[in-house]
T-cell receptor, first 114, second 114 residues
């Protein structure tokens, strides 16, 4: 079965520290990869996406992610986090065989402490 | 102007009642979705419509009935509400039903069944 695994359910970090949120997907077929962020009591917003081309993609708010096909991973990174980055982060994958259907990971709660 | 708007934002009702959630998007997108986010923040797709045609219908009880009067609107009607229906329901839209499309989400409708 096709699935998305976010390896950490909760990630607490101090302000200005670097952070990595891990995402792995199961499939060897073509995929499209996304990271979305959900701030408290809001809907999800796109952070960044990988469709093709360069494996390092940059998104909003200083986030970036690297697509690693051999490891089937799409980890999200930020070199220095702010309090305002505290939110829920979702990795999502659309598989080439599932037109229009995005599968979401279970989410990672990022808590940035002062 | 809100791109994807859902009403109501909050809905509290008794078991056995019937309720509806409405969704409208002004982005000109032709594909709309309903997602359910449970108390653990797990996000699952329920339905998707492309140009008013149902294209994704996950394993959802038939008490849930989506309706798309036009491509800018996708409503969700729920009959005989159960405790387990309590969740946040998100409407989303995208341009096209292709695999690489980015989803734009509404702010969510929190349904509480007592």
């Amino acid at each position: 079965a096709q699935s998305v695994t976010q390896l950490d359910s909760q990630v607490p970090v101090f302000e200005e520290a670097p952070v990595e949120l891990r995402c792995n997907y199961s499939s060897s077929v073509s995929v499209y990869l996304f990271w979305y962020v959900q701030y408290p009591n809001q809907g999800l917003q796109l952070l960044l996406k990988y469709l093709s081309g360069s494996t390092l993609v940059k998104g909003i708010n200083g986030f970036e992610a690297e697509f690693n096909k051999s490891q089937t991973s799409f980890h999200l990174r930020k070199p220095s986090v702010h309090i305002s980055d505290t939110a829920e982060y979702f990795c999502a994958v659309t598989y080439n065989t599932n037109a229009g259907k995005s599968t979401f990971g279970d989410g990672t709660t990022l808590t940035v402490k002062p | 102007d809100t791109a994807v708007s859902q009403t109501p934002k909050y809905l509290v009702t008794q078991m056995g009642n019937d309720k509806s959630i409405k969704c409208e998007q002004n982005l000109g997108h032709d594909t709309m979705y309903w997602y359910k986010q449970d108390s653990k923040k797990f996000l699952k797709i329920m339905f998707s419509y492309n140009n008013k045609e149902l294209i994704i219908n996950e394993t959802v009880p038939n008490r849930f009935s989506p309706k798309s009067p036009d491509k800018a609107h996708l409503n969700l009607h729920i009959n005989s509400l159960e405790l387990g229906d309590s969740a946040v329901y998100f409407c989303a839209s995208s341009q096209g039903a292709q695999k690489a499309n980015v989803l734009t989400f509404g702010a969510g409708s929190r349904l509480t069944v007592l």
